[in-house]
């Protein structure tokens, strides 16, 4: 695997899909993460869909309060008590070579999972960007 370093250019800094997995019971749940790296520490915010509680089909909102060393990520995301959740969860992970996903294990209070985040790279775009460009260029039907 690759150095990971701020040295070579990969910063945490921007837009974050990700999905984390519980164990049992319940589905995974998708999440936007944004994110701010200095130095070694990086902060953010992230909101969620609501999957259970008072608040079902809401967003819950999250600060996030972090570190990477090299390839090594590890934060803190507490709940702002939207939708009565106000909790933190601890998450560590590892930063793949090109700087577009981590992936890692998440634990509370009596629960861990699974999580992965990914970011859009100029490639997801360019396809994007194709996919709509052989769309409009799709010979239209007549009715």
Not at 35 to 50: K, N, V, W, Y
Not at 98 to 127: C, N, Q, V
Request: aromatic residues 10%.
């Amino acid at each position: 695997m690759a150095e990971i370093s701020r040295e070579n250019g990969l910063s945490l800094t921007g837009l974050w899909n990700g999905l984390f997995s519980y164990p049992r019971l319940f589905e995974p749940t998708s999440f936007v993460a944004i994110l701010i790296e200095q130095g070694a520490r990086f902060s953010g915010t992230t909101h969620e869909p609501c999957t259970r509680g008072p608040a079902l089909g809401g967003l819950l909102y999250a600060t996030i309060q972090g570190r990477r060393e090299g390839s090594g990520v590890s934060f803190v995301k507490t709940y702002d008590g939207t939708g009565g959740w106000t909790h933190s969860v601890i998450y560590e992970g590892l930063l793949n070579g090109d700087g577009t996903e981590i992936e890692g294990h998440w634990k509370t209070s009596g629960w861990s999972g699974k999580f992965l985040m990914r970011r859009p790279t100029a490639k997801d775009a360019s396809a994007k960007e194709e996919g709509a460009e052989q769309k409009a260029a799709e010979p239209v039907g007549r009715p």
